[in-house]
């Protein structure tokens, strides 16, 4: 039997063409996608309606305003390997406004870069679990482990988040 579950948006609010989709199973979110803004998406649930959906929103909107948010959001865990949760775990670690090579990181896990890769790859809690503060050792590396197809357009978000974290100085 599946879970029931609740989709609301969030508005990124630098223009990259992408909004942020919420998915929240038993008032705990269970995970985060990027949809094209001019998509629409089917199922979406008005906030207010959803148990969590407001304070969920509110948490991402606080971020928006100040990347120093200690994230407070009740996550519920997909199946991931043991790996997987090992690099969500360090993900958390690096501070905003702050960047580490999938190759830095690779070595501090003792594992290889393209292992990393695909872990951040299947990160179910972009943004709160802040994979997109790894990059490649020459650039931006890639994002939300979209297809090439559309890895330009999800590129940039990560840009778009990397300089809104810069922007703040604590």
């Known amino acids: 039997m599946t879970a029931k579950y609740s989709l609301i948006s ?5 223009d990259c063409g992408y909004q942020l989709v919420l998915q929240i199973t038993q008032e705990q979110l269970s995970g985060i996608s990027f949809a094209p803004v001019d998509k629409n ?8 309606k959803v148990t969590n959906a407001l304070y969920l929103k509110q948490q991402f909107e606080s971020y928006f305003e100040n990347p120093y948010l200690d994230w407070d959001v009740p996550l519920l865990w997909p199946a991931a390997t043991p790996y997987q949760r090992k690099v969500c775990d360090f993900l958390q670690t690096i501070k905003p406004a702050t960047t580490i090579s999938y190759g830095e990181m690779a070595t501090q896990l003792n594992s290889g870069p393209r292992a990393v890769g695909n872990a951040c790859r299947r990160n179910p809690f ?11 050792k020459t650039g931006i590396g890639g994002y939300s482990g979209d297809s090439d197809q559309n890895q330009a357009n999800k590129l940039n978000i990560k840009r778009y988040l990397l300089e809104h974290e810069q922007s703040f100085n604590q």
Request: aromatic share 0%; proline share 17%.
């Open 10 to 14: 969030v508005t990124i609010p630098k």
């Open 41 to 48: 998406i089917s199922g979406l649930s008005e906030p207010s």
């Open 126 to 136: 972009p943004i709160i679990i802040p994979c997109h503060r790894v990059v490649a």
